[in-house]
């Protein structure tokens, strides 16, 4: 699951940028609202992680960019602003929370679980298909009630594949949402963990369209 962080402070924009990576998740950061609104462009993102208080383009103005192309991805409005009047002008304008610095990493990565699960319509915390149980806030899989070790890689690649179950993903759409712009996968990297993966859970779970992509079957 890819996310952007639009956050102008270095301190906290890289402290961020880390505990969100740490908790499974590919990130991007930019620095202004500008820059925000181009990655929103031209990229494809699960979530925004927004500042009010952009230089070059406020926060507000870059939610109602995106909201008034359509773009429905869920946003996080994270700021200092604490009034009343602030809260209720992010929500109005599109956002799906908002929180008031200084914010516990844990507690801002439960919001986001929270945020993309509801943008998907699932309503439950666990992801299940068969025996196959994943527990995204836990970072466990089990199979059969057995638990599957996985690395951090391979767990985004399986829920991505299981939230999407029975269509077809292509092999860009799953590294658009597996990788950042600071990671620079190899060509076969996505090969291997699909091959890793299906000696943990069966290799009849995930099919090869050759060509297209991979799926996992309902």
């Known amino acids: ?54 230089p ?63 943008s998907v319509g699932r309503a439950q915390p666990l992801l299940s298909l068969g025996d196959l149980v994943i527990d995204p806030a836990a970072h466990q899989v089990t199979l059969a009630g057995m638990p599957v070790e996985l690395s951090v890689r391979e767990f985004s690649l399986l829920q991505l594949l299981v939230e999407n179950a029975g269509r077809v993903m292509t092999r860009a759409q799953i590294e658009d949402s597996l990788y950042g712009w600071r990671d620079e996968p190899d060509s076969n990297a996505l090969e291997v963990h699909i091959h890793h993966l299906r000696k943990k859970i069966g290799t009849e779970r995930i099919k090869t369209l050759r060509g297209i992509g991979y799926m996992v079957p309902k």
């Open 56 to 118: 070059r383009l406020d926060g507000l103005a870059v939610l109602s960019r995106l909201r008034g192309r359509g773009q429905t991805l869920p946003v996080l409005i994270l700021t200092a602003r604490d009034a009343t009047g602030d809260k209720i002008a992010g929500l109005d304008s599109g956002a799906d929370d908002y929180l008031i610095k200084p914010i516990d990493i844990d507690e801002l990565a439960a919001r986001v679980r929270a945020l993309t699960r509801r």
């Open 1 to 54: 699951m890819r996310l952007l962080i639009a956050e102008d402070d270095p301190q906290l924009g890289d402290g961020l940028t880390v505990g969100l990576r740490q908790a499974g998740y590919a990130v991007d950061w930019v620095k202004d609202g500008v820059a925000a609104d181009l990655a929103l462009l031209n990229e494809s993102y699960d979530l925004l992680v927004l500042d009010l208080g952009l």
